[in-house]
């Protein structure tokens, strides 16, 4: 922040300078957040561009589900802008006091919402907040023009938009109608390179689907998966259903997603070579992460059927494995040696942790692992049945380790 800010903003004062670092520091170290860190923050914003490392601190400050609700030191950038009408959800104060505000209406314009508009929880609210707390915090020390090109860079981080292709052009649209609305006195020149930023950044920020390193994609979906399930993070132990149905809704995600969704282009950022390359390590990361998730949601299903208990809870602790870096090169046919990293655990959870998955993988067919899956409800307990459609080392396999798991 200091050092973004001496370039930015070299006059900014201490006091304020303290008060950004701890909004940031308050909200990125909460005990809630798994995926959406400090950490991720920096690698986000990793660069030798003061404004990049400004958008990668504040693109994700605000996570409603996860932190359930506001961050006690993000509400006050939020006072008379917006409401709660009614838990976890919030919307935009239409007032005379919003419209002539011209940062609050800059934000606005940029994620292209209506004056008193309530926000989706699945369609940017969290973006928003975010951009919308970043550009109030920073309004005092920042020009506008360096404010609006935070804000369209954390809008850019939207992801997995049916018209991601064609994103990149609607922000330049966005981005000049404001230069001209607020005469921000920008170039085309210069409305360009934001637009290059904010796909930079936005690529930046899902790098991991296009990683080298299947493991570390792995990581990041079990991450999110703690995040968007408080059951899971339990001192006393998570539900094994409660755990399946978290698994199974991100299975469902990651086998909805394509590669055209989630990287963008424009212009020569990236340059085409580069893009296709991401693309296609992209679309191989995919397959490979379906076939292991299908792995993972069938073991679970079996522990579920083999403890025959909705109560049946476990600890679901994170296991650190040190030595795997590189394992994860191997991206197709990645699904046996990723789990093999786990072969060896004494409990099913994450991709370090996956004997029953390894043994699946091991010695069924990616069509029976899916015929076996077809007909799990979500909702429902997995029936009893499903322990007589796999081979018999693998229900047998399936009860011991449920037997060591369960706690009583």
């Not at 920042?142 to 369209?152: G, P, R």
């Amino acid at each position: 922040m200091r050092a973004s800010l001496a370039t930015l903003a070299p006059h900014c004062p201490a006091a304020k300078l303290a008060e950004l670092v701890a909004l940031v520091d308050s909200t990125m170290l909460e005990s809630t957040r798994y995926y959406h860190h400090l950490t991720h923050a920096l690698m986000v914003g990793g660069s030798d561009d003061p404004l990049d490392m400004l958008v990668g601190l504040f693109h994700d400050l605000i996570q409603v589900n996860v932190d359930q609700g506001l961050a006690p030191a993000a509400r006050a950038q939020f006072e008379g802008m917006i409401h709660s009408p009614a838990p976890l959800s919030y919307a935009l104060i239409d007032s005379p006091s919003t419209r002539s505000d011209r940062t609050f209406e800059m934000v606005r314009i940029m994620f292209g919402l209506a004056p008193g508009q309530t926000l989706s929880p699945f369609g940017g609210q969290n973006e928003f907040l975010s951009a919308l707390a970043a550009a109030k915090a920073l309004a005092p020390v920042l020009d506008e023009s360096d404010i609006v090109a935070v804000t369209l860079a954390i809008e850019a981080t939207l992801h997995f938009r049916k018209d991601n292709a064609d994103v990149p052009r609607a922000s330049l649209h966005k981005l000049a109608m404001l230069n001209e609305h607020f005469a921000l006195g920008l170039s085309e020149n210069a409305l360009r390179a934001q637009v290059h930023r904010s796909v930079r950044l936005a690529n930046r920020d899902v790098c991991s689907f296009g990683s080298d390193d299947l493991i570390a994609l792995l990581d990041d979906t079990w991450d999110l998966m703690l995040e968007s399930s408080p059951d899971l993070r339990r001192t006393e132990g998570a539900g094994l259903t409660s755990y399946r149905q978290t698994l199974h809704r991100m299975t469902h995600f990651l086998g909805s997603l394509t590669a055209p969704v989630i990287y963008r282009q424009f212009d020569s950022e990236p340059d085409a070579a580069n893009f296709e390359a991401l693309t296609l390590r992209t679309a191989r990361n995919i397959s490979a992460i379906r076939s292991i998730m299908h792995c993972k949601l069938l073991a679970t299903s079996l522990l579920e059927a083999a403890a025959a208990s909705a109560e049946a809870k476990f600890l679901p602790q994170r296991h650190a494995l040190a030595g795997v870096a590189g394992i994860g090169a191997r991206v197709e046919p990645a699904m046996l040696p990723i789990l093999a990293v786990g072969s060896d655990a004494v409990v099913e959870f994450d991709i370090r942790q996956s004997p029953l998955s390894y043994a699946i993988a091991a010695s069924m067919t990616a069509s029976t692992i899916e015929r076996c899956l077809q007909g799990l409800d979500p909702v429902a307990p997995v029936p009893g049945g499903l322990l007589a459609m796999v081979p018999e080392k693998i229900s047998a396999q399936a009860r011991v380790l449920a037997a060591s798991m369960i706690r009583g």
